[in-house]
């Protein structure tokens, strides 16, 4: 429960109308208690206990749904049996059904809520056995149930054979009595069974007269025949009383003595308020603050949460610490002032606020001077009101207060007023104080332009329609429109021109800049609105094409992936192919047509292979043995080396040296390294070609041993292993291993001009 201490001026609650807030509260309780809490509910200061019932509340929007209906508000029955009083059997039904709904809530809230509901809900005691026992004891109506003790039971079954007998005995009478009977039936006076005697006739008949009818014209008679069977009854009903009130006394002594009635009952209202603020959070589609430290108000979207489809807008506290909101009457002046307000207390009541978003620090008190007050035991004009009120605010005025003021300056003379506003907001600003104040005053207007701290505001206003847009529009000072509605209204035009000439130059001059600052807002913000239909139309088309690009991403690497794994497949039957078919190589007479089935089936496994994307890169992808363009030479040529941005190019007999931003890449161009014709190499279907690169070492040495042995197979010489130049590891090892193989006469690297350092030419033997 929120801390209770009267930090908060109630005439400032007033002023806001916060306590239509409390009775809007108070209508969405289940429960007296929860109702009682509601109507006393007050802003608190302490932060961490505001934070923790904003958390209860989300629990009870989002995670258990309390019900309390049907609990009573039984303290002053729990009081009464505390003071020894015997309770009706009703009140006791009351009583137990209370706690078992009680009891019922808290199974709901540990089976729930693993949220600050499940701690509150602890509050909540086990009165189980007062229930039990009041149960088995009273029925639907209150009654003492006839098995509550076995006493009890037995009188209950003497008493009803004992009645029929008294009956019987008396219908019997009722034929001896037929002539003195006012009427022919058994009745019931004074818990004793009689005849109805003409009052004429009751002297004939022995009996005991037990009753009289109003009229006096009928006598109940008591027969001597069933004077014994009635005074057995009316003791057995006797010993019942007593036993049903020992009952009842015994059940009262249980709520009596049941000291965990109080904490249920003060939990049940505690709950009770959090529903309705749950409730109350739902109806007015109100969201949930957020804290500050720093003093910062940010609210997004904010209404007042009392008016009718409201206008939402911004408020923002920091930097301006003192927004001055000036303009005509009921363009919205006061509501923005008590819309900042209300959040504000709102928010230290534990509840939620009518804001999209809002962002509030934790204040000690609201400040508020706000309507017309007139003190007529104090003889106080409107104008003494308020500067009673602005009295205390000065007083009080601190960082960690809001001042709401409207109207500043107002009830008094313009010139005075104006300079006793612009005293007090000094001040205010001195005192690090932050809030709203509204005024009509224009010297205060131009105060604002130039004071740091204080910033213009104004609500929009259309002056076509003469209607208010209640839009907060800061930066701006409000305009008072006075000639512009009175022009509306049809005042004489003789009389408006003369009030042109009354305001001076000056104040013409302010109306017309205010005008032109009017006017110009509102081009930009229609340029501004046009600007964002178009970042969103772009940003729309954007997620289209990212959408596109990714869909597209997608379908590309799930093709790579398959052609990789078919290659993948293929590569390995042609591995497996060749290995067998070199098995079969050693048998010499095999040997040649196997050789040239082997070659075959490499050159299809080096097609097979799967080759990795090559990455993405930016800027022109000029690699070396490119066909380049060179403007600056008129000619084309093939890229040798790379070094950085510089290139090495063979432009027919001559190398150059060029940048890589002097030359366009010629893409249509399948650019080989040209083989070369040796002398004595005979016509042959055999690729004396072997590509390295990229292999693994222990991968390119078993390529460069299978080729070599195929190649002295089908006599082809010589063999043109490229392995590229890198770091050169890749050539020294292929190097090692052919001084080692002796199927290799010798090898040396190609021509400048062919491959250079990046090809090893192999002689192999025939």
Not at 11 to 29: C, G, K, M, V
Not at 60 to 66: P, Q, R, T
Not at 270 to 281: N, P
Not at 311 to 331: F, H, Q, R, S, W
């Amino acid at each position: 429960m929120l801390s209770l201490k009267m930090a908060f001026d109630s005439r400032a609650l007033s002023a806001l109308d916060f306590p239509r807030i409390t009775a809007a509260l108070a209508d969405r309780a289940s429960t007296t208690l929860g109702r009682e809490r509601a109507l006393a509910l007050r802003p608190s200061d302490d932060a961490y206990r505001i934070a923790q019932e904003l958390d209860e509340v989300e629990d009870a929007l989002f995670g258990v749904s309390l019900s309390l209906g049907g609990i009573h508000d039984i303290r002053e029955l729990h009081a009464r049996a505390g003071e020894g009083r015997v309770l009706s059997g009703q009140d006791l039904l009351n009583a137990a059904y209370s706690l078992d709904g009680a009891m019922t809530v808290k199974r709901a809230i540990e089976a729930n809520s693993r949220g600050p509901l499940r701690d509150v809900g602890q509050g909540l005691g086990d009165h189980s056995e007062l229930v039990r026992r009041v149960l088995q004891s009273l029925d639907r109506e209150g009654q003492v149930r006839d098995d509550a003790s076995p006493r009890l039971r037995d009188l209950r079954k003497r008493i009803e054979p004992l009645r029929g007998r008294i009956r019987d005995k008396l219908t019997q009478t009722l034929e001896q009595w037929s002539e003195v009977l006012q009427e022919h039936l058994v009745t019931i006076r004074r818990d004793r069974y009689v005849l109805p005697v003409l009052a004429s006739r009751v002297g004939s008949v022995q009996g005991i007269i037990v009753d009289a009818s109003a009229t006096g014209q009928t006598y109940f008679v008591e027969p001597a025949a069933v004077t014994q069977l009635n005074n057995e009854l009316t003791r057995l009903i006797l010993d019942e009383e007593a036993e049903v009130r020992r009952i009842l006394t015994e059940l009262s002594a249980l709520l009596a003595q049941d000291s965990a009635v109080p904490m249920t009952l003060s939990t049940i209202g505690e709950l009770d308020l959090i529903a309705s603020k749950a409730k109350l959070a739902r109806d007015w589609r109100l969201n949930r603050p957020e804290a500050l430290a720093d003093g910062l108000y940010d609210l997004r979207g904010a209404r007042h949460p009392l008016i009718e489809n409201p206008v939402a807008n911004d408020i923002n506290l920091g930097e301006t610490k003192l927004l001055l909101i000036t303009g005509p009457n009921m363009g919205g002046k006061t509501a923005t002032l008590k819309t900042l307000g209300l959040a504000v207390l709102m928010h230290q009541c534990g509840l939620y606020v009518a804001a999209d978003s809002a962002r509030l620090p934790v204040v000690r008190d609201v400040l508020v001077d706000i309507g017309d007050e007139q003190s007529i035991e104090a003889s106080l004009s409107t104008f003494a009101s308020h500067l009673k009120h602005l009295r205390y605010v000065l007083r009080h005025a601190a960082p960690d207060t809001l001042v709401l003021v409207d109207e500043l300056g107002s009830g008094t003379d313009p010139d005075e007023g104006a300079a006793l506003a612009q005293a007090l907001i000094e001040t205010l600003l001195q005192q690090d104080a932050r809030g709203i104040i509204t005024s009509h005053l224009s010297p205060l207007k131009l105060f604002a332009l130039e004071t740091p701290g204080l910033k213009n505001a104004s609500m929009g206003f259309e002056v076509t329609t003469l209607a208010p847009t209640y839009h907060l529009q800061v930066g701006q000072p409000g305009r008072s429109y006075a000639l512009a509605i009175a022009n509306r209204m049809g005042l004489p035009r003789d009389v408006l021109a003369r009030a042109g000439e009354l305001l001076g130059p000056e104040a013409g001059l302010m109306e017309r800049m205010l005008g032109e600052l009017e006017r110009e807002r509102r081009e930009l913000g229609e340029q501004l609105e046009t600007a964002a239909a178009a970042r969103r139309d772009a940003e729309a088309e954007l997620g289209r094409v990212r959408h596109e690009r990714e869909t597209l991403e997608s379908r590309r690497n799930e093709m790579m992936a398959e052609a990789a794994q078919k290659a993948e497949s293929l590569y390995a039957d042609a591995v497996e192919r060749v290995r067998t078919l070199r098995a079969r190589a050693q048998e010499e007479s095999a040997r040649p047509r196997v050789m040239q089935e082997l070659r075959e089936l490499r050159v299809q496994a080096q097609k097979a292979r799967p080759v990795p994307p090559k990455r993405e890169e930016r800027g022109d992808p000029i690699r070396v043995g490119n066909k380049v363009d060179v403007p600056a030479y008129g000619a084309q040529g093939q890229v040798l080396e790379m070094r950085g941005d510089d290139l090495v190019v063979q432009l027919g007999l001559m190398k150059v040296g060029v940048k890589r931003r002097d030359v366009r890449l010629v893409p249509e161009a399948k650019v080989k390294a040209p083989k070369p014709s040796f002398v004595g190499s005979a016509p042959s279907r055999f690729d004396n070609e072997l590509q390295l690169r990229g292999l693994s070492v222990e991968a390119a040495v078993e390529e460069l041993r299978a080729a070599i042995a195929e190649a002295r197979a089908l006599k082809e010489s010589p063999l043109r292993v490229v392995h590229g130049k890198g770091m050169g590891v890749l050539r020294r090892t292929l190097r090692d291993y052919l001084k080692t193989d002796k199927n290799v006469e010798s090898f040396h690297d190609a021509e400048a001009n062919q491959g250079g350092h990046g090809v090893t030419i192999v002689n192999v033997k025939r």
